[in-house]
């Protein structure tokens, strides 16, 4: 029997910032109607999470709307910026990783489905010398080693975006260090896929021997210009059969195709979480 998962990603929810709610409420519906036995949110689930609990607090409610169970994923919002990108912003601390587990599940999980094993990794703990970001890299290592079924990983930030072995700027992707040592471990133990967000933009591209799939935002759409992406909004639908699955985007044309320098009026250095006020019209939560 098919398996079927929902992968969203870079809703970027808040109770004060509420440009986004509603194109999270028409992807909830969506998400509803197509009947998925589980979703996993790869992150960027607040817009200012690592300064204001309450986005979190309300981002955590606003997935009361998916009626199948979810599995969370923290990013850069949620949790900080990894010290190689702090100059983005608040960067990652015990406190920061301490509260998204207070209020989601976990912040790495593993889930078992027939011939599958989908491990869902914190892109937020690399390079931070937390306690944390040694266990993962341990338990990440044993699970691969140990692995007896296909593996799916899971993670916000991509490996990289045009080609792993290019060095590109770390704003769009993981830090070489980290990649270097991921790569590394997945040669000896290759996963069949990756899944990421962060980029606000849908991708599957086929690197020998793995597959690679960008999810798109519910949110706002990337301004990245490169060939090849798709900026529209939606999620990814994947459906395990067997050893096999398919993975394909959903692009709601519901959802409001939002622009993110209209939405900060212009000012496109403006952090999101300093445009002016502007509460959701709350509808459902
Ligand atoms: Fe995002
Ligand atoms: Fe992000």
């Avoid at 979190?56 to 009626?67: K, M, P, V, Y």
């Avoid at 985007?249 to 939405?263: A, G, I, K, S, Y």
């Amino acid at each position: 029997m098919p398996t079927k998962f929902i992968q969203l990603t870079d809703n970027h929810l808040s109770g004060v910032h509420g440009f986004f709610y509603e194109n999270f409420c028409k992807a909830a519906q969506a998400i509803n109607a197509r009947q998925p036995d589980l979703v996993i949110n790869t992150g960027d689930v607040s817009v200012a999470g690592v300064d204001r609990r309450e986005d979190l607090e309300f981002a955590r409610a606003c997935h009361d709307l998916i009626d199948a169970p979810i599995h969370f994923l923290p990013g850069n919002h949620d949790m900080g910026e990894i010290p190689d990108d702090s100059k983005k912003g608040p960067p990652v601390t015990k406190e920061r990783l301490d509260r998204f587990k207070e209020l989601f599940p976990a912040d790495r999980w593993t889930i078992e489905i027939e011939n599958w094993l989908l491990i869902g990794l914190n892109s937020q703990l690399i390079n931070t010398n937390l306690e944390e970001e040694g266990e993962q890299l341990e338990w990440l290592t044993e699970l691969l080693a140990t692995a007896e079924k296909q593996v799916g990983i899971f993670i916000h930030r991509p490996l990289w975006l045009v080609n792993p072995r290019t060095r590109e700027p770390i704003e769009f992707s993981d830090p070489p260090s980290w990649r270097d040592q991921l790569i590394m471990l997945m040669k000896a133990h290759p996963p069949r896929f990756m899944a990421t967000g962060h980029l606000h933009s849908y991708r599957t591209l086929e690197v020998e021997p793995m597959l690679y799939h960008f999810c798109p935002s519910t949110a706002y759409r990337s301004n990245l210009q490169i060939d090849g992406w798709d900026a529209r909004l939606g999620f990814m639908e994947y459906v395990f059969d067997g050893d096999d699955y398919v993975a394909s985007p959903v692009f709601p044309t519901e959802l409001e195709q939002h622009d993110l320098v209209q939405v900060k009026g212009g000012n496109r250095k403006m952090k999101l979480k300093h445009v002016p006020a502007s509460p959701p019209v709350l509808t459902a939560t």
